[in-house]
């Protein structure tokens, strides 16, 4: 049961009779928790509407499109709180930023909704079996887990969660049921690298035709580490023997099973000092939030892009400055450069941003303050 605080003027929902404070209870006979509960039992044409004012249930019966909204909101867009997570991962990255932020962004999400409804990857250990059955009776796919190790009692140790090994077995039912699914696997060295990354490999491709692609990731690690498990960056040579070992267990996928399930973030490559595999390595590109093929893709891209501007020979004299950060430094250059050679008289500064918030470490860009870009732009000349 869930209070709706919206009602859209004129939906059917406005001409129900339905209004804001009443509390949504059920759908066709079914209890609404939360957004799953509402988008999955509004898909009907026609639907009776359960709802209380007052503490008296009343119904309304609306027609509709199968899958036409009717014009309520809610609170929040999960019609809910988002779960918290239960774990305390060795690399967690939310135990690594510096006090004094605004409080969000100390929140540990890991929530199965948010998994289906805006990509978030989740590690199964907040699900009940209960959760598990629901997920499988809506067909709510693709799911994305946080995987990082399938050795079970290698799992408890990296997440300091006692359940987080059993869960493992969800894996298997949301095969069994046909769902589809992503992995990620955060790569800590000396710890589940090697022949535990071999062994999740294996283990992980077993499940190929529902397990779309996983990511390989090196753990991010900021300055603030104080008191946290001793994690270390992988050197050069340790980056390319694992895109090697990644790289070589990919080929074996594409020969089997027509994919390479398996792929290396940009960040291996960038601080391996090995060059980007090309566009049609990725395929479908179905890891790109977590970095895999960024890098390229951009590439290509703004090539394309610009191909299309020379054909005009434009013409624009002037100064630009861009920045970014240490990791896409090299090929936002190559890209500035062609933009310089397609359009006459443009001058492009391309400045790297040194990470002094999260520490040196952190070369992403996406991961840049306000406050570093300021700092370190004062006294260049901008154009």
């Not at 995987?147 to 300091?160: F, G, Q, S, Y």
């Not at 006692?162 to 790569?187: H, N």
Request: aromatic share 10%.
């Amino acid at each position: 049961m869930v209070t709706i605080t919206s009602v859209k003027k004129g939906s059917r929902a406005y001409r129900a009779g339905i209004e804001v404070g009443d509390k949504l209870v059920k759908i066709n006979g079914n209890e609404i928790n939360d957004v799953l509960d509402y988008r999955f039992y509004l898909t009907e044409r026609r639907v009776e509407i359960t709802y209380l004012r007052d503490g008296e249930e009343k119904l309304a019966v609306i027609t509709k499109g199968e899958y036409s909204d009717i014009g309520l909101g809610f609170e929040t867009p999960l019609m809910d709180k988002k779960r918290s997570c239960k774990n305390g991962c060795i690399f967690c990255f939310i135990d690594q930023n510096p006090a004094g932020m605004r409080e969000s962004i100390y929140f540990k999400d890991d929530d199965s909704r948010l998994s289906f409804l805006h990509g978030n990857y989740i590690t199964l250990t907040n699900l009940t079996d209960a959760d598990v059955d629901r997920i499988v009776k809506m067909r709510f796919s693709p799911i994305n887990v946080s995987i990082h190790t399938t050795n079970p009692d290698l799992r408890v140790k990296m997440m300091k969660n006692k359940r987080s090994g059993e869960v493992l077995d969800y894996l298997r039912r949301f095969y069994e049921a046909g769902l589809s699914m992503c992995g990620q696997i955060v790569l800590c060295r000396g710890i589940n690298d090697g022949e535990e990354l071999l062994r999740s490999m294996r283990d992980l491709s077993q499940y190929y035709d529902r397990m779309g692609s996983v990511s390989i990731v090196p753990a991010g690690l900021t300055k603030h580490r104080d008191g946290l498990y001793p994690l270390s960056l992988f050197p050069p040579e340790e980056c390319r023997a694992v895109i090697g070992q990644v790289t070589a267990f990919g080929d074996a996928c594409q020969s089997f099973y027509g994919s390479r399930l398996f792929w290396c973030s940009d960040e291996f490559y960038v601080r391996g000092g090995v060059a980007l595999p090309p566009e049609e390595y990725y395929e479908d590109f179905s890891q790109l939030e977590n970095g895999v093929g960024m890098l390229p893709l951009f590439e290509a891209e703004a090539n394309a892009e610009l191909d299309f501007a020379a054909e005009d020979k434009p013409v624009r004299r002037a100064t630009l400055t861009v920045v970014t950060g240490y990791a896409a430094y090299d090929m936002i250059c190559r890209v500035c450069r062609r933009a310089e050679e397609v359009c006459e008289g443009l001058k492009i500064n391309v400045l790297r941003i040194r990470n002094d918030f999260f520490g040196e470490s952190v070369t992403v860009s996406g991961l840049l303050t306000g406050g570093d870009i300021i700092a370190q732009l004062k006294g260049q000349k901008l154009g």
